[in-house]
């Protein structure tokens, strides 16, 4: 696994929020790590997936936070360049939220997006 250095600009980067959160999800599992990737879905072709994994894939770029570690998949990296993920309260619900620069259409219901 190697771990990239952090450029804001061509980086997937995390908030303070968000950092906080899944500091404290990761916490209740020991050695895991975020992993973002983006999956075929929706009305407007992509949406984003973060799971906790036991490890990055062998070409994912390997993103670190302070404690939490981030393998962003390499086959969605191009498409995710310059997101700021961040976790912002909506009534009395915590959402995360993506501010991706790439995207050109999203749908409706904010569940997917298209990049150019």
Do not use: H
Not at 73 to 87: A, R, V, W
Request: glycine fraction near 6%; hydrophobic fraction near 40%.
């Amino acid at each position: 696994m190697t771990v990239t250095t952090f450029d804001p600009v061509s980086s997937v980067s995390l908030t303070a929020s968000a950092q906080k959160y899944f500091a404290s999800k990761l916490t209740k599992q020991p050695g895991k790590l975020i992993r973002l990737s983006t999956k075929e879905s929706g009305c407007t072709g992509f949406s984003y997936v973060l799971d906790i994994v036991d490890s990055a894939l062998e070409n994912d770029t390997v993103l670190e936070f302070g404690n939490v570690v981030l393998a962003v998949d390499s086959q969605s990296i191009s498409m995710l360049k310059g997101t700021e993920i961040d976790l912002v309260r909506e009534g009395v619900n915590e959402v995360v939220k993506f501010k991706n620069p790439n995207v050109v259409a999203e749908c409706g219901c904010g569940e997917s997006f298209s990049v150019s």
